[in-house]
């Protein structure tokens, strides 16, 4: 019998537990030690805010309904013209985006397990975020933030290298999946400022389709959010099972 064969990338320099390790503690300590952590996150922050928007743009696609353009603005919040039927497509679209940026996290943490799966994903979100600039992105906070960010990832992608690539996948996957948590005061509000005008929060439109209180669907979104969290870590944690050839 000859040696277990390893895994499609688990011969690079990095792993996929290092490179979570190392993605998680850079997060944390951007987000609560290292001073202006939080302006160095920004541009992921607005990133964050595409991928909410786009998970209520899609899903209301997905449902039958339209989606006209997207806007992000400077202050991290952003807005998705979309339209639905009333009940329950229009909750499921307000869902759609609060349940995005931890999906599209865990998908990336799940999947980006090494540096040729990790290159194939970040050249996938660039093209995604370079074909939502051609099509929905309408704000110029939108075209400021995620210009540059799509030229980042194509280029981390290209040139990143193996270790470059992998940890880079994993830093997005991280920060997304933790962007609902991180902003769970979110899913218990009733309302919020977006772009400087007061409206409805997601949870009350979910609360207004379906019935129900908003802190009651804020409660469920925020412990799918956490299921998908910890789906996404565990699967970046755990070992490859090494393929044996005879």
Not at 94 to 122: D, E, H, Y
Not at 174 to 190: H, K, N, Q
Request: one cysteine or more; charged letters at 15%.
């Amino acid at each position: 019998m000859s040696e277990p064969t390893p895994p499609d990338d688990s011969d690079a320099p990095t792993t996929p537990r290092a490179a979570l390790l190392v993605t998680a503690i850079a997060v944390i300590a951007l987000e609560r030690l290292v001073p202006f952590g939080r302006l160095i996150l920004y541009p992921f922050t607005l990133l964050a805010t595409w991928v909410h928007e786009m998970g209520h743009g899609l899903t209301a696609i997905l449902v039958g309904g339209s989606f006209e353009k997207l806007e992000i603005f400077g202050d991290a919040s952003g807005l998705a013209h979309c339209s639905s039927q009333p009940g329950v497509r229009e909750a499921l679209v307000s869902m759609g985006g609060l349940l995005a940026p931890p999906l599209v996290g865990a998908a990336l943490l799940t999947l980006g397990r090494g540096p040729r799966r990790a290159r194939v994903l970040l050249w996938l979100l660039a093209g995604a975020l370079a074909l939502s600039l051609a099509v929905w992105v309408r704000s110029s906070a939108g075209w400021l933030s995620m210009v540059p960010l799509s030229l980042l990832v194509a280029a981390v992608a290209r040139f990143g290298g193996r270790d470059g690539r992998l940890l880079f996948a994993q830093f997005l996957g991280v920060l997304l999946a933790l962007d609902t948590v991180t902003r769970i005061d979110y899913l218990f509000t009733a309302g919020a400022k977006v772009g400087g005008v007061d409206r409805p929060s997601d949870v009350a439109n979910v609360a207004r389709a379906l019935g129900g209180h908003h802190l009651a669907w804020g409660t469920l979104l925020a412990a799918i959010s956490l299921v998908l969290l910890a789906a996404g870590l565990w699967a970046a944690w755990r070992r490859p099972r090494a393929a044996v050839s005879r």
